[in-house]
Protein backbone atom coordinates (compact mmCIF):
# COMPACT_ATOMS: atom_id res chain seq x y z
CA UNK A 1 0.00 0.00 0.00
CA UNK A 2 1.54 3.24 -1.09
CA UNK A 3 1.58 5.65 1.92
CA UNK A 4 1.10 9.55 1.40
CA UNK A 5 2.09 11.41 4.74
CA UNK A 6 5.22 11.58 6.51
CA UNK A 7 4.40 13.64 8.84
CA UNK A 8 1.39 16.71 8.99
CA UNK A 9 1.35 19.71 7.06
CA UNK A 10 3.08 22.32 8.39
CA UNK A 11 0.24 25.11 6.83
CA UNK A 12 -2.43 22.74 8.42
CA UNK A 13 -0.92 22.57 12.03
CA UNK A 14 -0.61 26.59 12.12
CA UNK A 15 -4.15 26.93 11.14
CA UNK A 16 -5.44 24.56 13.48
CA UNK A 17 -3.06 26.22 16.42
CA UNK A 18 -5.00 29.85 15.40
CA UNK A 19 -7.87 27.74 16.78
CA UNK A 20 -7.07 27.93 20.41
CA UNK A 21 -8.64 24.50 21.09
CA UNK A 22 -8.92 23.10 24.58
CA UNK A 23 -7.88 19.67 23.48
CA UNK A 24 -5.62 16.75 25.13
CA UNK A 25 -2.28 16.64 22.71
CA UNK A 26 -3.62 12.60 22.25
CA UNK A 27 -6.72 14.90 20.39
CA UNK A 28 -4.68 17.50 18.65
CA UNK A 29 -3.03 14.50 16.92
CA UNK A 30 -6.28 13.09 15.77
CA UNK A 31 -7.73 16.34 14.77
CA UNK A 32 -4.42 16.96 12.80
CA UNK A 33 -4.17 13.57 11.51
CA UNK A 34 -8.06 13.50 10.12
CA UNK A 35 -8.39 16.91 8.68
CA UNK A 36 -4.96 16.48 6.66
CA UNK A 37 -5.98 12.63 5.32
CA UNK A 38 -9.39 13.85 4.37
CA UNK A 39 -7.50 16.10 2.47
CA UNK A 40 -4.80 13.77 0.89
CA UNK A 41 -6.82 10.59 0.28
CA UNK A 42 -8.22 10.19 -3.07
CA UNK A 43 -10.50 7.16 -2.28
CA UNK A 44 -13.65 6.87 -0.02
CA UNK A 45 -12.30 8.33 2.93
CA UNK A 46 -13.14 5.69 5.67
CA UNK A 47 -11.26 5.39 8.84
CA UNK A 48 -9.42 2.92 7.30
CA UNK A 49 -8.52 4.85 4.19
CA UNK A 50 -7.45 8.02 6.02
CA UNK A 51 -4.77 5.44 8.41
CA UNK A 52 -3.10 3.98 5.29
CA UNK A 53 -2.46 7.53 3.79
CA UNK A 54 0.24 7.79 6.94
CA UNK A 55 4.17 6.52 7.38
CA UNK A 56 3.71 5.58 11.13
CA UNK A 57 -0.02 4.70 11.05
CA UNK A 58 -1.93 5.04 13.87
CA UNK A 59 -4.65 2.39 14.69
CA UNK A 60 -7.55 2.72 12.52
CA UNK A 61 -9.66 2.33 15.77
CA UNK A 62 -7.66 5.10 17.24
CA UNK A 63 -9.82 7.76 15.00
CA UNK A 64 -13.12 5.99 15.62
CA UNK A 65 -12.62 6.19 19.58
CA UNK A 66 -11.52 9.90 18.70
CA UNK A 67 -15.28 10.22 17.31
CA UNK A 68 -17.02 8.11 19.55
CA UNK A 69 -15.86 8.07 23.47
CA UNK A 70 -12.88 10.77 23.38
CA UNK A 71 -14.37 13.81 25.76
CA UNK A 72 -14.41 16.82 23.17
CA UNK A 73 -17.21 18.83 22.74
CA UNK A 74 -17.62 19.38 18.76
CA UNK A 75 -19.78 22.09 19.69
CA UNK A 76 -16.77 24.32 21.32
CA UNK A 77 -14.38 23.31 18.05
CA UNK A 78 -17.02 24.76 16.04
CA UNK A 79 -17.61 27.75 17.92
CA UNK A 80 -13.89 28.14 17.54
CA UNK A 81 -13.86 27.61 14.02
CA UNK A 82 -16.43 30.29 13.44
CA UNK A 83 -15.30 32.91 15.29
CA UNK A 84 -11.62 32.65 13.94
CA UNK A 85 -13.43 32.51 10.34
CA UNK A 86 -15.02 35.43 10.90
CA UNK A 87 -12.23 37.50 12.40
CA UNK A 88 -10.52 36.70 9.07
CA UNK A 89 -12.88 37.55 6.81
CA UNK A 90 -13.06 40.64 8.05
CA UNK A 91 -9.57 41.57 8.95
CA UNK A 92 -9.04 40.73 4.71
CA UNK A 93 -11.82 42.69 4.17
CA UNK A 94 -10.69 45.98 6.01
CA UNK A 95 -7.36 45.40 4.43
CA UNK A 96 -8.57 45.20 1.07
CA UNK A 97 -10.66 48.42 1.01
CA UNK A 98 -13.49 46.32 0.01
CA UNK A 99 -16.79 47.61 0.75
CA UNK A 100 -18.36 46.64 4.42
CA UNK A 101 -21.02 44.53 2.96
CA UNK A 102 -21.61 41.12 4.30
CA UNK A 103 -23.72 38.31 2.69
CA UNK A 104 -24.76 35.27 4.92
CA UNK A 105 -25.96 32.67 2.90
CA UNK A 106 -27.77 29.64 4.24
CA UNK A 107 -28.99 26.39 2.15
CA UNK A 108 -29.40 22.92 3.37
CA UNK A 109 -27.77 19.52 1.66
CA UNK A 110 -28.59 15.95 1.38
CA UNK A 111 -25.30 13.54 1.35
CA UNK A 112 -26.34 10.62 -0.02
CA UNK A 113 -25.34 7.27 1.04
CA UNK A 114 -26.08 3.46 -0.31
CA UNK A 115 -29.88 2.59 -0.56
CA UNK A 116 -28.85 -0.30 1.87
CA UNK A 117 -27.42 2.09 4.82
CA UNK A 118 -29.33 1.34 7.84
CA UNK A 119 -27.43 1.94 11.02
CA UNK A 120 -26.16 5.07 10.93
CA UNK A 121 -28.06 7.34 12.99
CA UNK A 122 -28.69 10.53 10.90
CA UNK A 123 -29.29 8.44 7.46
CA UNK A 124 -32.92 7.83 6.18
CA UNK A 125 -34.90 8.86 3.35
CA UNK A 126 -35.43 12.29 2.46
CA UNK A 127 -37.13 13.88 -0.27
CA UNK A 128 -34.92 15.51 -2.86
CA UNK A 129 -36.23 18.85 -4.29
CA UNK A 130 -33.26 19.03 -6.74
CA UNK A 131 -34.38 16.24 -8.28
CA UNK A 132 -38.01 15.49 -8.10
CA UNK A 133 -40.39 16.48 -10.10
CA UNK A 134 -44.19 17.84 -9.88
CA UNK A 135 -45.59 14.11 -11.00
CA UNK A 136 -42.42 12.23 -9.99
CA UNK A 137 -41.02 12.85 -6.62
CA UNK A 138 -37.65 11.77 -5.71
CA UNK A 139 -36.49 10.32 -2.39
CA UNK A 140 -32.58 9.67 -1.40
CA UNK A 141 -31.26 7.76 1.43
CA UNK A 142 -29.21 10.24 2.94
CA UNK A 143 -28.14 12.51 5.60
CA UNK A 144 -29.65 16.31 5.60
CA UNK A 145 -27.51 19.10 6.77
CA UNK A 146 -27.71 23.29 6.94
CA UNK A 147 -24.65 25.04 5.77
CA UNK A 148 -23.91 28.98 6.58
CA UNK A 149 -21.22 30.72 4.52
CA UNK A 150 -20.14 34.16 5.00
CA UNK A 151 -18.79 36.51 1.74
CA UNK A 152 -17.39 40.39 1.84
CA UNK A 153 -15.75 41.14 -1.88
CA UNK A 154 -13.76 38.05 -2.76
CA UNK A 155 -13.29 36.33 0.68
CA UNK A 156 -15.60 33.45 1.17
CA UNK A 157 -16.08 31.24 4.26
CA UNK A 158 -17.64 28.47 5.17
CA UNK A 159 -19.40 29.35 9.09
CA UNK A 160 -20.91 26.32 9.59
CA UNK A 161 -22.16 22.83 9.41
CA UNK A 162 -25.37 21.23 11.32
CA UNK A 163 -27.14 18.26 10.97
CA UNK A 164 -30.96 18.00 10.87
CA UNK A 165 -32.88 15.24 11.83
CA UNK A 166 -36.28 14.49 11.04
CA UNK A 167 -38.97 14.30 13.88
CA UNK A 168 -39.60 10.92 13.36
CA UNK A 169 -35.67 9.87 13.31
CA UNK A 170 -35.66 12.01 16.58
CA UNK A 171 -38.29 9.70 18.14
CA UNK A 172 -36.64 6.62 16.85
CA UNK A 173 -33.38 7.31 18.08
CA UNK A 174 -35.05 8.15 21.67
CA UNK A 175 -36.56 4.85 21.84
CA UNK A 176 -33.33 3.28 22.59
CA UNK A 177 -31.44 5.74 24.52
CA UNK A 178 -31.19 6.74 28.46
CA UNK A 179 -33.23 10.10 29.02
CA UNK A 180 -30.17 12.15 29.73
CA UNK A 181 -29.04 11.40 26.24
CA UNK A 182 -32.38 12.13 24.32
CA UNK A 183 -32.34 14.17 21.51
CA UNK A 184 -34.48 17.16 20.49
CA UNK A 185 -35.99 18.30 17.23
CA UNK A 186 -34.47 20.94 15.60
CA UNK A 187 -36.51 22.24 12.39
CA UNK A 188 -34.76 24.00 9.54
CA UNK A 189 -35.91 27.34 10.65
CA UNK A 190 -34.81 26.35 14.32
CA UNK A 191 -31.24 25.50 12.82
CA UNK A 192 -30.86 28.99 10.68
CA UNK A 193 -32.33 30.78 13.81
CA UNK A 194 -29.46 29.30 15.97
CA UNK A 195 -26.78 30.28 13.32
CA UNK A 196 -27.90 33.45 13.17
CA UNK A 197 -28.03 34.00 16.86
CA UNK A 198 -24.26 32.35 17.44
CA UNK A 199 -23.11 35.03 14.52
CA UNK A 200 -24.46 37.81 15.78
CA UNK A 201 -21.94 39.08 18.56
CA UNK A 202 -19.13 38.60 16.01
CA UNK A 203 -20.37 40.63 12.90
CA UNK A 204 -19.33 44.61 13.54
CA UNK A 205 -22.66 46.80 14.38
CA UNK A 206 -21.42 49.33 11.66
CA UNK A 207 -20.81 46.92 8.88
CA UNK A 208 -24.15 46.22 6.52
CA UNK A 209 -25.49 42.53 6.64
CA UNK A 210 -27.26 40.82 4.20
CA UNK A 211 -28.89 37.47 5.06
CA UNK A 212 -29.70 35.53 2.24
CA UNK A 213 -31.92 31.96 1.62
CA UNK A 214 -33.70 30.67 -0.68
CA UNK A 215 -38.14 30.39 -0.44
CA UNK A 216 -38.32 27.03 1.87
CA UNK A 217 -36.58 29.57 4.65
CA UNK A 218 -38.91 32.49 3.85
CA UNK A 219 -40.54 32.32 7.18
CA UNK A 220 -42.33 35.48 8.43
CA UNK A 221 -40.20 34.37 11.54
CA UNK A 222 -37.28 34.31 10.19
CA UNK A 223 -37.75 37.60 8.28
CA UNK A 224 -39.10 39.26 11.25
CA UNK A 225 -36.06 38.13 13.25
CA UNK A 226 -33.36 38.99 10.58
CA UNK A 227 -35.22 42.38 10.85
CA UNK A 228 -35.00 42.89 14.62
CA UNK A 229 -30.72 42.31 14.45
CA UNK A 230 -30.89 45.63 11.72
CA UNK A 231 -29.52 43.46 8.86
CA UNK A 232 -31.46 43.12 5.36
CA UNK A 233 -32.93 40.06 4.26
CA UNK A 234 -32.90 39.28 0.32
CA UNK A 235 -34.82 35.89 0.02
CA UNK A 236 -36.58 33.72 -3.01
CA UNK A 237 -40.38 33.70 -2.85
CA UNK A 238 -42.51 31.36 -4.13
CA UNK A 239 -45.44 32.15 -6.59
CA UNK A 240 -48.57 31.88 -3.93
CA UNK A 241 -47.05 34.23 -1.46
CA UNK A 242 -48.90 37.14 -1.29
CA UNK A 243 -48.01 41.07 -1.65
CA UNK A 244 -50.00 43.36 -0.66
CA UNK A 245 -53.05 40.62 0.25
CA UNK A 246 -52.70 39.22 -3.52
CA UNK A 247 -50.81 36.02 -5.06
CA UNK A 248 -46.92 37.29 -6.50
CA UNK A 249 -48.41 34.96 -10.08
CA UNK A 250 -51.45 37.65 -10.09
CA UNK A 251 -49.02 40.03 -9.85
CA UNK A 252 -46.87 38.73 -12.87
CA UNK A 253 -49.85 38.34 -14.85
CA UNK A 254 -50.75 42.29 -14.16
CA UNK A 255 -47.36 43.48 -15.06
CA UNK A 256 -46.69 41.38 -18.18
CA UNK A 257 -47.65 44.63 -20.44
CA UNK A 258 -44.67 46.58 -18.15
CA UNK A 259 -41.40 47.51 -19.70
CA UNK A 260 -38.55 45.19 -17.97
CA UNK A 261 -35.27 46.65 -16.77
CA UNK A 262 -32.25 44.59 -18.26
CA UNK A 263 -29.69 44.18 -15.57
CA UNK A 264 -26.51 42.66 -15.90
CA UNK A 265 -24.87 40.54 -12.90
CA UNK A 266 -21.57 38.81 -12.37
CA UNK A 267 -22.31 34.83 -12.07
CA UNK A 268 -19.46 32.66 -9.68
CA UNK A 269 -17.42 31.93 -12.56
CA UNK A 270 -17.00 35.24 -13.82
CA UNK A 271 -19.21 35.23 -16.66
CA UNK A 272 -21.73 37.58 -17.54
CA UNK A 273 -25.66 37.11 -16.99
CA UNK A 274 -28.43 39.32 -18.18
CA UNK A 275 -31.90 39.47 -16.42
CA UNK A 276 -35.14 40.96 -17.53
CA UNK A 277 -36.68 42.11 -14.37
CA UNK A 278 -39.85 44.12 -13.31
CA UNK A 279 -40.64 44.97 -9.65
CA UNK A 280 -42.66 46.02 -6.68
CA UNK A 281 -43.00 46.91 -3.34
CA UNK A 282 -45.42 45.76 -0.45
CA UNK A 283 -45.86 43.93 2.66
CA UNK A 284 -45.80 40.04 2.57
CA UNK A 285 -48.82 38.24 4.67
CA UNK A 286 -47.46 37.73 8.49
CA UNK A 287 -44.63 40.51 8.07
CA UNK A 288 -44.45 43.71 9.54
CA UNK A 289 -42.42 45.57 6.43
CA UNK A 290 -42.06 46.45 3.41
CA UNK A 291 -40.04 44.26 0.64
CA UNK A 292 -39.29 45.18 -2.59
CA UNK A 293 -40.04 41.84 -5.38
CA UNK A 294 -38.29 41.55 -8.62
CA UNK A 295 -39.82 39.34 -11.06
CA UNK A 296 -36.85 37.87 -12.58
CA UNK A 297 -36.68 35.95 -16.01
CA UNK A 298 -33.49 34.97 -17.91
CA UNK A 299 -35.14 36.23 -21.57
CA UNK A 300 -38.97 38.33 -22.13
CA UNK A 301 -40.56 35.41 -23.79
CA UNK A 302 -39.54 32.71 -20.43
CA UNK A 303 -42.01 31.13 -18.97
CA UNK A 304 -39.75 30.30 -15.95
CA UNK A 305 -39.94 33.65 -13.35
CA UNK A 306 -38.37 33.79 -10.26
CA UNK A 307 -39.09 35.77 -7.56
CA UNK A 308 -36.04 37.81 -5.51
CA UNK A 309 -37.59 39.60 -2.30
CA UNK A 310 -35.39 42.51 -0.32
CA UNK A 311 -36.04 44.36 2.84
CA UNK A 312 -33.36 46.97 2.03
CA UNK A 313 -35.84 49.86 -0.39
CA UNK A 314 -32.36 51.23 -1.78
CA UNK A 315 -31.29 48.58 -2.97
CA UNK A 316 -31.52 48.56 -6.99
CA UNK A 317 -32.41 45.71 -9.23
CA UNK A 318 -28.84 44.94 -9.97
CA UNK A 319 -27.25 44.89 -6.29
CA UNK A 320 -30.19 42.55 -5.16
CA UNK A 321 -29.24 40.34 -8.09
CA UNK A 322 -25.92 40.40 -7.64
CA UNK A 323 -25.80 39.90 -3.98
CA UNK A 324 -28.12 36.98 -4.33
CA UNK A 325 -26.00 35.17 -6.78
CA UNK A 326 -23.36 35.41 -3.79
CA UNK A 327 -25.35 32.32 -2.26
CA UNK A 328 -23.88 30.11 -5.02
CA UNK A 329 -20.78 29.73 -2.35
CA UNK A 330 -23.13 27.53 -0.71
CA UNK A 331 -23.31 25.06 -3.68
CA UNK A 332 -19.52 25.22 -4.30
CA UNK A 333 -18.82 24.06 -0.52
CA UNK A 334 -21.61 20.93 -1.21
CA UNK A 335 -19.26 20.49 -4.27
CA UNK A 336 -15.98 20.41 -2.75
CA UNK A 337 -17.50 19.27 1.02
CA UNK A 338 -19.03 16.12 -0.71
CA UNK A 339 -16.99 15.38 -3.30
CA UNK A 340 -13.37 16.18 -2.27
CA UNK A 341 -13.81 16.39 1.50
CA UNK A 342 -15.73 13.36 2.45
CA UNK A 343 -18.59 15.01 4.11
CA UNK A 344 -20.52 12.03 2.73
CA UNK A 345 -18.03 9.06 3.42
CA UNK A 346 -18.33 8.72 7.33
CA UNK A 347 -19.17 4.93 8.80
CA UNK A 348 -19.37 5.78 12.78
CA UNK A 349 -22.72 5.37 13.74
CA UNK A 350 -23.74 7.54 16.63
CA UNK A 351 -25.37 11.15 15.84
CA UNK A 352 -22.30 12.45 18.25
CA UNK A 353 -20.03 10.54 16.46
CA UNK A 354 -20.79 11.91 12.92
CA UNK A 355 -21.44 15.74 14.27
CA UNK A 356 -17.65 15.74 15.35
CA UNK A 357 -16.62 13.88 11.99
CA UNK A 358 -18.43 16.68 10.16
CA UNK A 359 -16.87 19.55 12.86
CA UNK A 360 -13.27 17.43 11.04
CA UNK A 361 -14.74 18.10 7.59
CA UNK A 362 -15.53 21.49 8.37
CA UNK A 363 -12.07 22.28 9.63
CA UNK A 364 -10.21 20.54 6.77
CA UNK A 365 -12.20 23.11 4.41
CA UNK A 366 -11.93 25.72 6.47
CA UNK A 367 -7.99 25.27 6.19
CA UNK A 368 -8.52 25.29 2.43
CA UNK A 369 -10.79 28.30 1.59
CA UNK A 370 -8.18 30.50 3.77
CA UNK A 371 -5.24 28.84 1.80
CA UNK A 372 -7.48 29.31 -1.32
CA UNK A 373 -7.54 33.25 -0.73
CA UNK A 374 -3.88 34.02 0.68
CA UNK A 375 -2.30 32.52 -2.64
CA UNK A 376 -4.49 32.87 -5.06
CA UNK A 377 -2.65 33.65 -8.21
CA UNK A 378 -2.58 32.75 -12.02
CA UNK A 379 -1.89 29.52 -11.30
CA UNK A 380 -4.26 28.88 -8.50
CA UNK A 381 -7.41 29.56 -9.75
CA UNK A 382 -9.65 27.46 -7.87
CA UNK A 383 -10.28 25.26 -4.84
CA UNK A 384 -9.20 21.78 -6.31
CA UNK A 385 -5.65 23.84 -7.51
CA UNK A 386 -5.10 23.98 -3.16
CA UNK A 387 -6.26 20.27 -2.62
CA UNK A 388 -3.85 19.37 -5.51
CA UNK A 389 -1.26 21.47 -3.98
CA UNK A 390 -1.62 20.25 -0.75
CA UNK A 391 -1.43 16.73 -1.74
CA UNK A 392 2.02 17.77 -4.08
CA UNK A 393 3.41 18.66 -0.64
CA UNK A 394 2.82 15.60 0.89
CA UNK A 395 4.32 13.91 -2.31
CA UNK A 396 7.37 15.73 -2.10
CA UNK A 397 7.90 15.20 1.68
CA UNK A 398 7.24 11.57 1.11
CA UNK A 399 9.75 11.05 -1.68
CA UNK A 400 12.35 13.09 0.01
CA UNK A 401 12.17 11.00 3.29
CA UNK A 402 11.95 8.18 1.31
CA UNK A 403 15.83 9.12 -0.94
CA UNK A 404 16.96 10.03 2.48
CA UNK A 405 16.44 6.67 4.42
CA UNK A 406 17.87 4.44 1.36
CA UNK A 407 20.70 7.08 1.15
CA UNK A 408 21.69 6.71 5.36
CA UNK A 409 21.14 2.97 5.41
CA UNK A 410 21.73 2.04 2.31
CA UNK A 411 18.90 -0.62 2.35
CA UNK A 412 16.61 -0.07 -0.77
CA UNK A 413 14.49 -3.35 0.92
CA UNK A 414 13.93 -1.61 4.19
CA UNK A 415 13.01 1.93 2.80
CA UNK A 416 10.12 -0.28 0.55
CA UNK A 417 8.64 -1.72 3.55
CA UNK A 418 8.52 1.08 5.76
CA UNK A 419 7.57 3.32 2.95
CA UNK A 420 5.09 1.12 0.81
CA UNK A 421 3.63 -0.66 4.57
CA UNK A 422 4.63 -4.27 2.97
CA UNK A 423 5.87 -6.88 5.33
CA UNK A 424 7.72 -8.86 2.46
CA UNK A 425 8.87 -6.71 -1.55
CA UNK A 426 7.70 -9.00 -3.66
CA UNK A 427 10.40 -10.58 -6.41
CA UNK A 428 10.68 -8.87 -9.62
Not at 263 to 275: H, I, L, M
Not at 379 to 405: F, P, S
Request: with cysteine; aromatic share 10%; charged share 25%.
Amino acid sequence: MLTRIVHNSEKLCTFVEQLGLDLSQPQWRHLRNMADALLVCEDEKTLAALQRQFVEAPDASNMADFLRISPWEADAVGAALRQHQVAWVLAATERSGAPKVLYINIDDSLGEKDKATQHLEPVTWFHDHSESTKNRPRYKNAFCYVVCTLRCGDYVATLDLQLYLRAQTVRKLNRRRPRAQRLSFRSKYRIARQMLVQLAPLLPRDWQVYVQFDSWYASARLLKYVRRQGWHATCALKSNRTLNGTQLKTHAQALKHKWYAEVQVTTADGDSETYFVRWLEGRLADVPFVFRVFFSKRHPRAAALAYIACTDLACSAKQALQGYTWRWSCETANFYLKNQVGLSDFRVQSFEAVDRYIVVVHLAWAYVEQRFANERSPHVKTYGDILRQHRDEHAVAWLRAAIQMTVETNDAEAMLQRFLRLETIPAL
